[in-house]
């Protein structure tokens, strides 16, 4: 295969110097690829009123695989004072750019691992028989459902007469609702469809028989939301029933999962939700491993295009640090992900084999693993910087 073209987007805040470093191992890992740069985040909305520009659409659909570092978003109304002014009589409203590119390209499977590395001051500990201390492995894998949902922008806030009148003919609607001013309601559907979420649940499947986990476990809540967590319950008695009878399914409810977690999380593998559930689950989950600076996540779709990224956020206060103090290794990890969609896996195995080296060996550690406050002075304190510790990852690869 010819050298791939990698589509970078920084985006904001500290996505910018955790893509550069993560650039930096897969260079010196062996990967070859060129890398274009696509505009994406808060700069653009303000400057252009589009957070997500056509032509940074327009890579993707050239190149395919995209980098992601990370975006700034803020409420609808105080994202509009950010404006440039001779952009706000446009009437343009602010909506998430990543969510733009999974709704854009369809990217609707999105998977988050999180697994711990041995060593790592972070791991979640328990107690366990006579005073003693447990550190379970975790070994958890998230299939969330990523364009659905309550993510899927079907919203009001004082629906019109149209919307009003139909739902007046749901019962429930009529009797709790009914003598509520339509200015007064503010509505968001939770909309799940056959196809997408027998998508959904075929990878989780498919990934628990690859993989060897015993079960599959679909994280909803089917005895209150009975339709959209109902259907996607039932749907995986009968896949497992027709084509994945060697793997068990297990039905928990997110309220009870997340008790669960911190109880006995090793007992859990492959976890399935729709949008919402699956994105409080994974970051549950994230916490037994050291907290979003170890978490990563891939989303793929049909269309060919998949985007790969880590699940923090922007950190706008740290981004203006003379020395950078973040973590890199979610961003590093979503690039092993990217390795491993493109059968890159050896240099994938490499990258893995060496943060767990670095993390086991303790030597080197950021701030965040070295449980400090994130100031600017922590490197000063014996942390490590984000260029340091990109640093020792490539020096053990």
């Known amino acids: 295969m ?38 994406i985040g808060w700069e653009f909305w303000c400057s252009e009123g589009n957070p997500l520009p056509e032509r940074t659409i327009d890579l993707l659909e050239k190149h395919k695989i995209g980098l992601f570092g990370a975006i700034t978003s803020k409420p609808k109304d105080e994202a509009f004072e950010e404006l440039k002014e001779e952009l706000k009589a446009k009437g343009l409203v602010y909506s998430s750019p990543i969510v733009g590119l999974r709704q854009h390209f369809k990217l609707d499977i999105c998977m988050r691992p999180c697994r711990s590395y041995q060593g790592n001051p972070l791991n979640f500990i328990r107690r366990g028989k006579n005073g003693t201390i447990e550190e379970p492995h975790v070994d958890a894998v998230i299939f969330r459902q990523n364009t659905e949902g309550l993510y899927g922008g079907v919203e009001w806030s004082n629906p019109g007469d149209q919307i009003y009148d139909a739902l007046m003919t749901h019962p429930k609607f009529k009797k709790n609702f009914g003598t509520v001013a339509k200015e007064e309601l503010s509505i968001s559907t939770r909309i799940f469809t056959k196809k997408y979420t027998e998508r959904i649940l075929r990878s989780a499947f498919e990934y628990a028989q690859k993989y060897n986990y015993p079960s599959v476990t679909v994280c909803e809540k089917p005895n209150v939301i009975r339709e959209t967590s109902g259907m996607m319950y039932k749907m995986a008695l009968e896949l497992q029933k027709k084509d994945y009878t060697n793997i068990q399914v297990w039905n928990t409810n997110i309220d009870a999962q997340m008790m669960w977690l911190t109880k006995n999380p090793e007992n859990y593998g492959v976890i399935v939700a729709g949008n919402m559930f699956g994105d409080i689950i994974s970051d549950g989950f994230a916490g037994l491993i050291g907290g979003l600076g170890f978490a990563c996540s891939a989303q793929m779709g049909e269309s060919g295009v998949a985007v790969f990224e880590p699940t923090h956020g922007s950190a706008p206060k740290y981004a203006d640090y003379d020395v950078s103090i973040v973590n890199p290794i979610a961003m590093i990890e979503s690039a092993c992900m990217m390795l491993d969609y493109l059968d890159e896996q050896d240099i994938a195995k490499r990258i893995r084999a060496s943060i767990a080296k670095v993390v086991s060996e303790g030597r080197v550690r950021t701030y965040d693993m070295m449980k400090m406050s994130g100031r600017a002075d922590v490197v000063d304190n014996g942390a490590a910087s984000t260029t340091e510790m990109a640093d020792e990852i490539i020096a053990n690869l």
Do not use: H, S, W
């Open 2 to 39: 010819g050298k791939r073209t990698i589509v970078a987007m920084p985006g904001d805040g500290i996505g910018k110097v955790v893509l550069q470093e993560t650039i930096r191992v897969l260079n010196a890992a062996g990967f070859d690829a060129d890398y274009v740069e696509g505009d």
